[in-house]
């Protein structure tokens, strides 16, 4: 992962769904960059970025891969 070589002992991959892992994460300092890479559908990444965002910075960057709308409710919610 290009992430990890480049900022080596900075990254903390988590594994699962969030709404398990990010309560059993015990993290020394808020995350700066988070990246979400799992599920892609929408509803699936704004889950995982309202999980996330208690950990998050206040100025965190959230790096998200390869979403896709999988309703129209989602286009309605990703283009407002």
Known sequence: NYVMRRFPGR?????G???QT?????LSAR??????????????VV???LNFRRLASPDALF???AARHSSPR???LSTA
Do not use: N, W
């Open 47 to 49: 889950e995982d970025m």
């Open 11 to 15: 990254v903390t991959p988590h594994k």
């Open 63 to 65: 790096l998200v891969t």
């Open 22 to 26: 990010v309560p059993a994460a015990s």
């Open 31 to 44: 995350c700066d960059l988070v990246i979400i890479d799992g599920r892609h559908e929408f509803e699936a």
């Open 74 to 76: 989602s286009q309605t």
């Open 17 to 19: 769904r969030s709404a």
